[in-house]
């Protein structure tokens, strides 16, 4: 089951919902998940993937990558959205991704700030 984690853009301050752990969504809908994320190059490689490991099995691969894919798919979109400048919001979320092996860069804010 994925868990949660609430990440905060640096500059423009854009709250993001994340999810780490196994995607139900790429599970039942495939590469649309990443398409409609923003994610080209995910729903890309998803497709080139299916289609070539369905040509050498006979379409066995394909059943192969379609429980492969969802079982990664939650941690690389946090691991791109970490790349565009998001932060976790509060200390959870930097544990959640600290424990799944994301690299976090939290600043524990002010108790001025909050």
Do not use: C
Request: proline fraction near 4%; avoid cysteine.
């Amino acid at each position: 089951m994925a868990q949660s984690v609430v990440l905060k853009h640096k500059e423009t301050g854009l709250l993001q919902i994340a999810y780490i752990g196994w995607s139900w969504t790429t599970f039942g809908f495939g590469f649309f998940v990443p398409l409609f994320r923003g994610g080209f190059k995910w729903a890309f490689l998803m497709v080139v993937l299916h289609f070539i490991a369905g040509m050498i099995t006979s379409g066995f691969g394909t059943i192969l990558t379609w429980i492969i894919f969802p079982l990664f798919y939650n941690k690389w979109h946090s691991k791109s959205l970490l790349e565009r400048g998001f932060a976790p919001f509060d200390e959870d979320s930097a544990e959640i991704l600290t424990r799944r092996g994301l690299p976090v860069d939290y600043v524990k804010p002010d108790a001025d700030e909050a």
